[in-house]
């Protein structure tokens, strides 16, 4: 493909989309920061929510067509999106990759659908297995991707496959057996894809003991974890062997300030925008908490947000 100007990636892609009949629904430099967690993240080029399987291979396979960067964000729940912005197009789920429905133990859910409202669902199924995530904010794709997890239990332990897009417009099932899960990651042996539906299977419970555990992860939450003010869960994953939130506590850094973003002073691992804290702002606490825990402890924290955007 030839070297475009900026100008004309942005005309070539818009015409392409008017083509497709997109272009109403389309938005341009849409701010991101309507679209996380943190309320955080600048402009991308162009945004859109694909409201069925159909419109999402168009779109798709235009954007790829045409080398236009792609991010698929889910709820935006585990991602800092820089305040320059994104390149390319925004991608989020809409409405027709939100439905569920139940085959005995089995769940089939479109990946949009958010943790807890499909915990919420398998309750009133009286479908055990899912309590764990009623307090996990992003989307069942998402949750996949992190293999999120929530007092020893985790969505690997309930998968039993997932239906991907890939950039050919290829529809692939692929079994659990053949998801590499690992702590806050899965190998999916394809490299570029969106995940469009999840099958789960749960066990047949009672609503008393189903609703008491939910109460107890949604107690736990309450007492251990940040609910003022905007964060996108853990900062960092745990080393082997420690807790991030417990290296961070004993580096002295609960409380540490920069502009509107602060160490949370419940639990070190989280860093929380108070109000209209930058990306630059949480960054930099980010990097202050990493050299301290170099420093002090030799160890060096891995990322568990993902950091994206224009430098
Ligand atoms: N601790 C401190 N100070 C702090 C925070 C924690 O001393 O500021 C201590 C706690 O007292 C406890 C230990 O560290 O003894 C572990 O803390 P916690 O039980 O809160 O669990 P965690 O390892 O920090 C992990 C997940 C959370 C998940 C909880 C509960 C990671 C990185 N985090 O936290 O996940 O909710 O367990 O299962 O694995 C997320 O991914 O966004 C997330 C919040």
Sequence with gaps: MPLLTELSYKESFFREMKKSGFEKQIKLNEPLKNHTSYRIGGPVDFYYVPENIDELKRIFSVAVKMKIPYKFIGNGT??????????????????????????????????????PSISQYAFKQNLSGLEFSINIPGTLGGAIINNASFRGNSISDIIRNITILTPENRIIKITKNNLKFRYRSCEFGVEKFIITKVELELAHGKKENIISKMEKNKKFRLNKQPVNGYNAGSIFKNPAGFSAGALIDKAGAKGLRKGNAE?????????INR?????????????????????????????????????
């Design 78 to 115: 585990n991602l800092l999106i820089r305040d320059k912005g994104l390149k390319g197009i925004v991608m989020q789920l809409g409405k027709g990759f939100k439905n569920i429905t139940q085959s005995g133990r089995i769940l089939k859910a479109g990946a949009g659908v958010s943790l």
């Design 263 to 271: 160490v949370s002073n419940v639990h070190a691992n989280f860093i």
């Design 275 to 311: 109000g209209n804290a930058s990306a630059n702002d949480i960054l930099h606490l980010i990097r202050e908490i990493e050299k301290r825990i170099e420093e002090k402890y030799r160890i060096h924290l891995e990322r568990e947000i993902e950091i994206i955007g224009i430098e």
